[in-house]
């Protein structure tokens, strides 16, 4: 069954530098989560999309921003990079609008791994 | 606001042996609970969720929750451990107070050791 998808799986950026990361949810997923896990901690909820538009938005810094594509594919893009910001970083999707009802359950990606330098 | 809380950040059981990995929650209004699995360096993986129904949940590997709405628990459990069981597991809460994706939201975290 398809996954979701999430690139680059590592990342190594040097303070002040910008990364985007990249997520393509599995297919019929309307909505797309991104989370945050630092090491030894559990996921943080940053910034959720829904059919397109932002709907819900977490701890997520002023220094990041995401979006989600016409094609469902989401990007979150992060910049002024800080050492605090080297984390996994998950996306997660589920239909919310599917044939069969909503679907709560969120089907996560196998994460981006930052590291800051 | 919605939390949930797991009170042991490791259990150790034996191969073989039955295993349970406690949660409990706190939310207004009707709980969306679920149990995720995460393998060293990879995603979390969906075990199963409780949002109505029965209070016995079963999921994938032989996995099972067991929802108590008294004991506001939510407590994961196997009934004969297997070593590639090894594991950190997370318990969640749906949160929709915010905005109509209800974001999860986390416990700690339970390290599962399962020896031979």
């Known amino acids: 069954a398809a996954g979701v998808i999430q690139s680059p799986r590592h990342l190594i950026k040097e303070k002040r530098e910008t990364a985007t990361l990249k997520c393509y949810p599995i297919?019929?997923?309307?909505?797309v989560y991104w989370y945050q896990q630092g090491p030894g901690q559990d996921p943080q909820f940053l910034i959720s999309?829904?059919?397109?538009?932002?709907?819900d938005k977490g701890s997520i810094p002023d220094r990041f921003s995401a979006q989600q594509f016409s094609d469902y594919h989401s990007e979150l893009n992060m910049s002024s990079l800080e050492l605090g910001d080297s984390a996994l970083y998950f996306c997660?999707?589920?239909?919310?609008?599917?044939?069969?009802?909503?679907?709560?359950?969120?089907?996560f990606g196998p994460g981006t791994r930052l590291t800051v330098t | 606001a919605q939390s949930v809380a797991q009170p042991e950040d490791q259990v150790n059981v034996a191969e073989g042996n039955p295993l349970t990995v406690k949660c409990t929650y706190s939310?207004?209004?009707?709980?969306?609970l679920f149990w995720y699995v995460q393998y060293p360096n990879r995603g979390l993986q969906f075990l199963l969720k409780y949002i109505t129904g029965d209070n016995l949940v079963k999921g994938s590997y032989g996995f099972e929750a067991e929802f108590n709405k008294s004991q506001t628990s939510f407590h994961l459990k196997k009934p004969s451990a297997l070593v590639s069981d090894s594991a950190l597991y997370f318990c969640a809460v749906r949160d929709a107070s915010s905005g109509n994706t209800g974001k999860l939201i986390f416990g700690q975290g339970t390290t599962l050791q399962v020896k031979p």
């Open positions: 997660a999707t589920c239909p919310l609008r599917g044939l069969k009802g909503p679907q709560y359950e969120q089907y």
């Open positions: 999309f829904y059919e397109k538009m932002q709907s």
């Open positions: 939310v207004s209004g009707n709980p969306y």
């Open positions: 297919p019929r997923h309307d909505t």
